[in-house]
């Protein structure tokens, strides 16, 4: 990681408080003549944008209209049916389950795997710490349906079956393998004489974990918590599996009431996709922001 | 660093050199190991074991001994599932590779607009599979798709009904969902390149596509271990959306490991070899993890040594 | 219930598989939870000992479901049901962890067939011979050929209840009228009609042959009128090398000769029937004919604009093939649903189950609801609660094709043991991808009889 800013500190080892502002200086000469980034971006960006626009405007069509009309163009009668049958399903409640299913799984999953990983990165020469690494590693290629049956056991054991938090604690173990991976690469990258001069500052490994290591890992932690969110978010086999009551219910398990016994609902399947989605997009595209400067906070001297 | 927080009690233990300090930090990975031994470990030893046994899924549990293992590995099926899963992993990584470094380094600029094309590029994402099924068997109808909305008969193709074309279409939309998150990840890897590094070949005269190549690409070498190892390891277990949409098929063209170790144990209710699959799988996983961090870093702390 | 429960394809689909070392957490948890683990009566609440029931959630289906249980607890307030409900796909996957863990609720409500074999091979359900002795009146009025699905090794292990739901086939009126045709008659006719549509341009056969069992219901039929229902028999019941019969081998080769003479829509592969793409193509003209299951009516009838209610839908049972041996008559298809009782349960709780299952789904109100919601219930006489409402014609026609048909075959993949379902379908997609030939078909098949 850069230490160097725009503007000359006195310190090396210094970072300004302004993180986006950094990058800033440096990609302006870098990229101002990206031109293949540029094209692939915008390519991209129709690739992921038709797929995207067909979900919104099929889910004002109504069913049956759905194979009569183009399916490339706007409804003639824009229809709020499948939004309101949405809506009308309880999707207020499994919303709010999902919130709280999601946000109770990662943010310590996160911690967590933070600081494993630099134990793992920084801890040297530890059997138990390579151990730790292997197993994590492993953890990796563990299909989750293949071990859900002992998952559902040791719940039902932990008497947390059909409670959010018995949702929660798999989640969890399940969001650490990719999280070590990313962060102890990240805070593997960082280099060395930042650390060298924190220690020469007097500064305990836990004070160099928590403001040097956890902001300058930042754009992993955040890389991390938005694709385990996500994954948690869209999780179907564990609520499917660990509730039975309909009030514990989760957003996935939602969308499928609208797959009936003889087909699919395709315009309601669509409605609550846009409304399952559509929070979330905004929340990440505010709180990715918060997050960055949040996490740039407690960094400083 | 206001770091005060250096009290003299702390202070001689961290003067000693290398700035580690051997043994004072496991216990920091103790929480995170807790939970995935728990709700990890411990139920894939019962799938190991579950392999050496009989069992339908429902009823009793009886020792099978060797005879999953030889049913698995007897079965030209399993075979056809790896030949498969490791076409599928190889040409997914070779086309996400190269066009999440592309966006990535794209996405890294500061322009605003970037970053609202990074905001569009997560709704993938944040599908989930069923909603991806829904919506792609929707657009690849022969009938009622994109093709029939656009007129443009090259888009109505027996897409999901031909072999060839249907392992294309799953390599094409497991691209589409994840390469935004590995463009995300190298976004990152791209910001933490020393501006300096790009200062000093501009100096020397380096044009934009070698510094790309020289810079840009030796620096991000660990984003490139740990966006391969999730990419490759991921496409192991990764199974959801080619189920969802081709279930395996046309036939068995798209029957990753996963996918016969689903039909295997769930709806063919074979849970010893299912379980068998199941360890090929995680072993499978594991050595390639372990492949890719030798290529890569040698040992956990080459990095340090390198220095910047 | 239909053939799509068993092969739609959804994210739902994980394997479930376990734990060796949960072996003594599986007894642990039997001995120490008792009844309160997830699936036993212990939400029942203050009623005292009832039951829980878990079925398939789904309009109208559900809203019938709930109402049997509902009159029911009003007359057993002392035995409450508590029901449970669960989208299909995710309720095998539900019902499959929980029989594993030992958790199954007292009711279980099935499909039948070989999903209700593995249950009973592994000592899950109660055998109800008895029941059935105590219930004459109740055995009587249910179709007969609803129990087939229900036998396992001559013994009955769960009640027939619900719908009967045939697999008919559906032409176009319009279409047929545009190109100046008649509907089919006979096997020769649907070859002949086949040349006749394509050459306007128009699909013969709608299919959506992305779901796999779409095309197997073909297959059933063809078997069926060519050779009779004895055909499959011998496969249901493991004969050896059952699939090479030569009348299979000449079903599975004029199945072919219809595939390769481009009788169904081009690109059939692509297309889903769980999006109802296949029904669009039927009713919006697209397509002249298409063979599906009768649940496909009333989503024609409120996707298709006046389609149905122009008149325009004719339907019709699968015609002969000349010199078949098989009864024109006969049909396949879903013969009933099913209930059956854990024999996990307490006696107490199988005790209201049973009392459940004698009393609750053959009431009047009950089968008018069936009927109601477009459905002919597997019961006798069903059809003088039919009325003349704009339906009545293809309720009626449902009837007698349930009451009249000397065998009605259980769809295939229900009614064989799962491992050889998912190699049967297999089979099916490649044959109809024309990558192999009936022979090759049948000695894969072979390989897997009595697995």
């Known amino acids: ?301 | 660093m206001s770091a005060a927080s250096g009290t003299a009690s702390d202070a001689p233990s961290v003067t000693r050199r290398g700035g580690t300090r051997p043994g004072a930090l496991w216990w920091l990975a103790v929480p995170a190991l807790l939970f995935f031994t728990v709700f990890g470990v411990l139920p894939l030893l019962g799938v190991v074991g579950l392999s050496f046994a009989r069992w339908n899924g429902i009823g009793a549990i009886t020792p099978g001994g060797l005879s999953a293992w030889r049913a698995v590995l007897g079965d030209p099926g399993l075979a056809h599932s790896i030949w498969v899963t490791f076409e599928i992993m190889a040409v997914s990584w070779l086309v996400q590779t190269p066009a999440s470094i592309l966006l990535g380094t794209f996405l890294a600029g500061p322009q605003r607009y970037r970053a609202f094309l990074a905001v569009l590029y997560v709704v993938p994402l944040l599908l989930s599979s069923a909603a991806i099924a829904v919506t792609w068997k929707a657009l690849l109808d022969p009938n009622f798709g994109l093709g029939a909305g656009l007129g443009w008969d090259l888009l109505s193709q027996n897409w999901l009904g031909e072999g060839a074309l249907a392992v294309g279409v799953v390599i094409f939309i497991v691209s589409w969902q994840f390469v935004p998150f590995h463009a995300l990840i190298y976004q990152g890897g791209v910001r933490q390149i020393p501006r300096s590094l790009y200062e000093a070949a501009e100096i020397d005269g380096a044009g934009r596509v070698r510094q790309f190549f020289s810079i840009t690409l030796p620096q991000l070498k660990y984003t490139v271990i740990t966006s391969s190892t999730l990419m490759v390891v991921g496409s192991l277990t990764f199974f959801d959306l080619i189920f969802v949409l081709t279930a395996g098929g046309p036939g068995d063209a798209t029957r990753v490991l996963a996918v016969e170790m689903y039909q295997t144990g769930f709806l063919g209710n074979q849970m010893g070899p299912a379980s068998a699959i199941a360890v090929i799988i995680v072993f499978s996983g594991l050595v390639i993890a372990q492949v890719l961090r030798r290529l890569g870093g040698r040992d956990p702390s080459a990095s340090e040594l390198e220095g910047m | 219930m239909d053939p799509q429960t068993q092969t739609r394809p959804s994210a739902s689909r994980r394997s479930v598989l376990a734990f060796v070392a949960g072996l003594p957490i599986t007894a642990a948890t039997l001995s120490a939870c008792g009844s309160s683990g997830p699936g036993s009566a212990e939400s029942s609440g203050g009623g005292g000992t009832g039951a829980s029931f878990w079925t398939l959630s789904g309009k109208p289906q559900e809203d019938i479901r709930q109402q049997a249980a509902d009159e029911f607890n009003e007359a057993h307030s002392d035995t409450p049901i508590e029901v449970t409900l669960f989208q299909n796909d995710a309720y095998k996957q539900k019902v499959k962890t929980a029989l594993g863990a030992g958790q199954a609720p007292t009711i279980l409500w099935g499909w039948g067939g070989g999903g209700l074999k593995s249950w009973v091979d592994a000592g899950q359900v109660e055998d109800l011979t008895s029941f059935f002795d105590e219930n004459g009146d109740l055995k009587d009025k249910i179709f007969p050929a609803a129990f087939g699905a229900a036998t396992v090794d001559d013994t009955v292990y769960a009640l027939p209840c619900e719908t009967v739901t045939p697999i008919v086939l559906y032409w176009n009126k319009a279409v047929f009228d545009q190109v100046g045709v008649q509907p089919p008659q006979s096997w020769s006719d649907i070859l002949d009609l086949v040349p006749a549509f394509n050459d306007k341009g128009i699909a013969p056969f709608s299919l959506g042959g992305q779901s796999r069992w779409t095309n197997m219901m073909w297959l059933e039929f063809l078997f069926d009128r060519i050779g009779g229902p004895e055909v499959f028999q011998a496969v249901f019941d493991g004969e050896k090398d059952a699939w090479s019969n030569p009348d299979a081998i000449k079903a599975l080769t004029e199945m072919q000769k219809l595939i390769e003479m481009n009788g169904f829509v081009k690109g059939f592969a692509s297309i889903t029937a769980d999006s109802n793409a296949d029904q669009a193509l039927l009713y919006t003209g697209k397509a002249a004919m298409m063979l599906h299951g009768a649940w496909t009516y009333g989503g024609m009838k409120n996707d298709g604009g006046d389609f149905v209610s122009g008149g325009n839908l004719g339907y019709m049972n699968f015609p002969a093939v000349e010199g078949g041996k098989g009864d024109p008559s006969n049909s396949v298809g879903n013969p009933a649903q099913y209930l059956s009782i854990s024999s996990k349960a307490s006696d107490e709780e199988k005790k209201a189950a049973m009392t459940f299952l004698a009393e609750s789904q053959f009431t009047e109100s009950i089968q008018q609801a069936w009927i109601d919601s477009g459905n002919i219930p597997v019961a006798q006489g069903s059809d003088a609660l039919i009325g003349d409402g704009e339906d009545a014609d293809w309720l009626k026609f449902q009837y007698d094709i349930a009451s009249n048909a000397n065998s009605f075959v259980q769809s295939w993949d229900q009614a064989l043991p799962p491992a050889q379902a998912e190699v049967l379908l297999d089979n099916i997609a490649k044959l109809f991808q024309m990558s192999i030939g009936p022979e090759e078909f049948a000695t894969n098949l072979n390989a897997v009889i009595g697995t």
Do not use: H
């Not at chain 1, 349906?145 to 059909?162: C, G, K």
């Not at chain 1, 990240?186 to 305990?204: C, H, K, N, Q, Y």
């Open chain 1, 1 to 301: 990681m850069s230490t160097t800013t725009r503007t000359p500190t006195p310190s090396d080892t210094v970072a300004s408080p302004r993180g986006p502002e950094r990058p800033a200086g440096r990609r302006r000469s870098l990229l101002r003549s990206n031109w293949l980034g540029g094209l692939a971006g915008w390519v991209w960006m129709l690739v992921v944008m038709v797929p995207v626009y067909w979900i919104v405007i099929s889910s004002f069509k109504t069913q049956s209209n759905f194979f009569a009309s183009n399916p490339m163009l706007p409804p003639d009668e824009w229809s709020l049916d499948s939004y309101r049958l949405v809506i009308e399903s309880d999707f207020v409640r499994y919303f709010a389950n999902s919130v709280v299913v999601t946000a109770g799984a990662i943010v310590p999953a996160v911690l967590m795997s933070f600081m494993a990983s630099y134990a793992i990165v920084r801890g040297g020469d530890n059997r138990f710490l390579r151990l730790s690494n292997s197993v994590f590693l492993m953890g990796l290629a563990i299909p989750l349906q293949a071990v859900i049956i002992p998952v559902y056991l040791i719940i039902i054991r932990m008497r947390m079956y059909d409670t959010l938090g018995g949702m929660i604690l798999p989640s969890i173990a399940f969001a650490i393998p990719l999280s070590v991976l990313v962060l102890s690469n990240f805070i593997r990258d960082v280099p060395r004489e930042l650390f060298e001069s924190m220690r020469l500052d007097g500064a305990s490994e836990w004070t160099t974990m928590w403001r040097l290591a956890f902001p300058l890992t930042r754009p992993a932690l955040v890389t991390v918590t938005i694709y385990n969110a996500l994954i948690t978010w869209n999780n179907f086999l564990l609520p499917l599996i660990l509730t039975q009551d309909p009030e514990k219910r989760t957003l996935p398990l939602a969308l499928w009431s609208f797959q009936g016994q003889y087909g699919v609902n395709v315009p309601a399947v669509l409605a609550s996709v846009v409304l399952t989605t559509l929070p979330i997009l905004v929340f990440y595209a505010i709180g990715r922001r918060q997050l960055l400067s949040g996490l740039t906070a407690g960094f400083g001297k």
